[in-house]
């Protein structure tokens, strides 16, 4: 296959529609991860600035990295003694709000795929249902992606080049403190994750070249209210952001970070897009 050819293809699933393939155009794609969109709340800077800088460089990908929703009153945790019963948003509420900064996505005529990988805590809307009404399962409705259908569901993202795959990206796969550097240690490839709100990437070098390990951090303000109760009001080592992906020639060439910053400011390649 030359380059041309691969530069005309759709996207693929693999393995029972658990992974999108994308190919890995000439440009860019955005990963936005965590965004735990919540009712009643402002934008958070970083989801502004994703779709202000989305503008610019005009990714041909989005990728929602998992846990758009935040499922709180459907949540495993009880209601803190602290919080006010019934003061967590409905389902419904969560939904539209999702839809609504989600669709700012959609609406970017240049972007061609619109990803959600699941997260664990997009996964409480099929988990709760699948608990309390089993009997409606494979209705309509009843799986988060009936309600997003400009986005393809998956597990897992893979950017492949004509001769190998680029970059994995999905929600969460190794954890721990170091789990960017393990995640691209164990995957083989360069590979980004959500999940544990960091923004750092760790390059791993051996004889078959260097690879990434990037961690996309949250869309979501980190002191947000609705993590107030989460964490116990504790300091937390998270950062708000996200991952800008490079390709050229179907490969490769490396992340940029996007900094949201307590401040107010949104830093990329040293200036504030705020």
């Known amino acids: ?90 389902v419904a509420a969560e939904l539209d709000e999702s839809r609504t900064r989600l669709k700012e996505y959609e609406d970017l005529d240049f972007v061609r795929w619109c990803v959600w990988n699941m997260g664990n805590h997009d996964a409480r809307f099929e988990t709760r249902l699948a608990a309390k009404a089993p009997e409606y399962a494979g209705i309509h409705g009843f799986q988060l992606k009936d309600h997003f259908p400009g986005w393809l569901p998956a597990w897992t993202t893979i950017f492949e080049g004509p001769t190998r795959k680029e970059v994995m990206v999905k929600h969460r796969f190794k954890g721990g403190e170091y789990s960017a550097y393990n995640n691209a240690l164990k995957s083989g490839i360069s590979c980004v994750t959500g999940h544990d709100h960091k923004l750092w990437v760790k390059a791993h070098t051996d004889v078959n070249g260097t690879r990434w390990g990037i961690d996309a951090g949250t869309i979501s303000d980190i002191y947000s209210p609705h993590f107030q109760n989460y964490t116990e009001d504790n300091p937390v080592d998270w950062q708000s952001g996200f991952v800008v992906l490079h390709f050229e020639g179907g490969r490769f060439m490396g992340p940029e970070l996007v900094w949201a910053l307590q401040d107010g400011r949104v830093l990329f390649r040293g200036v504030d897009i705020a």
């Open 1 to 90: 296959m030359n380059l041309t050819e691969f530069r005309n293809l759709n996207h693929k699933t693999e393995r029972n529609h658990a992974r999108v393939v994308l190919p890995a155009l000439d440009g860019c794609a955005f990963v936005v991860s965590d965004q735990h969109y919540y009712p009643g709340l402002e934008p958070s800077p970083a989801h502004k600035a994703s779709i202000k800088l989305a503008k610019e460089l005009r990714p041909f990908a989005i990728i929602a990295n998992g846990d758009a929703i935040d499922g709180a009153c459907i949540s495993r945790w009880p209601a803190s003694s602290y919080e006010s019963l019934g003061d967590q948003p409905t």
